[in-house]
């Protein structure tokens, strides 16, 4: 799969210059750049400009850039822009480099130097490729893809081609925050792409990834949006699995119910010496499964106790948390 990405972070405005886009530039390259699997491997082919670099991202720069990337031959391309956004006359735009010095009253001319959120939806929805993530980390940027509002609901509605993902910093009337080396849109962004939004298997989704991010802001005043029009699951990145495939497989020959306690006891546990039995083979290598499945919080051990070697010792028991217990239910209708 042919998969791209493009990066502008603007911190260099003579009006209300920024300290973090860059840095949320530099650093989503790295990340996107390859998975966080075993191997490394390559994933997102990364094009990004940060103003750190003394680029002048003025509104033609990124508008070419942005035409040209979306005119590529790819099969998933991710945009991501973080810089001032502002609202005119109802209406979301995102500030290029030269256009933050225009004063509030001259709408006409802020109109005309900043870049329209509806600019960048056409340039999205017109283009080919069939899978795209768009990412904006500035101020109001809800208002991106809004093209009115149901005056019957009045509630806003947008206008995204199939196959198109949008993650959103903001709603439309809020500012984004930052912190001391990213803005904590993007900082929460990186930490998800890092594993803290991977399901078991390692993969990190554009949901998952909405999720993650929109849980931790609950606490701060900053409301993420997401929005999507697809059917697809869209991975972003991979990291190394809490579980893999093969014990995810093993649990309901393991478990034979989903309520079912698995009895354990010294024979298990593999360093166990006279007078405690002798460790069987079978044994041991089931509890090796069993003691992965408990650090992808799939299994626990019961009662409670802080390492499942003391649940072998004592001759415990152990069972399916509500996340095994899916798992065990994908298995055993072979969805895995």
Known sequence: MKKAALLFGIDNYKRKPLSVCSNNVFDLQKVLGRN??????????????????????????????????????????LVYFAGHGSRIEGKGYFVPWGASEIDKDHVAERKEAFISFEAITEIVNNSSIKRIVVILDCC??????????????????????????????????????????NSLFTGLL?????????NVLGEVSVS?????VDQLLGSFDQQPEFKTNTEERII?????????????KRLPKIFKSLDHQFELDPTFEFSSVPPLPTPIDENVEVFQVLQRLVKGSLVIPTPPREHMYFAAIESGTCELTSLGKFYWKMARKNKI
């Open 36 to 77: 966080g699997d075993v191997d490394n491997t390559l994933n997102f082919e990364c094009l990004y400009f940060p103003s750190k670099w003394n680029q002048q991202l003025t509104k033609d720069f990124i508008l070419e850039k942005t035409n040209q990337f979306f005119s590529k031959d790819l099969d998933f391309a």
């Open 190 to 198: 990186l930490d998800g792409l890092n594993g803290e939004a991977a």
């Open 236 to 248: 972003l990145r991979k990291v190394q699995p809490r579980a893999s495939m093969d014990d995810l």
């Open 140 to 181: 109001y940027s809800g208002d991106f893809s809004d093209i009115g509002i149901n005056m019957e609901t009045g509630m806003r509605y947008s206008q995204i081609r199939e196959g198109v993902s949008i993650l959103l910093a903001s709603d439309e009337w809020e500012t984004s925050l930052a912190l001391k080396e």
């Open 208 to 212: 998952s990834l909405y999720s993650y």
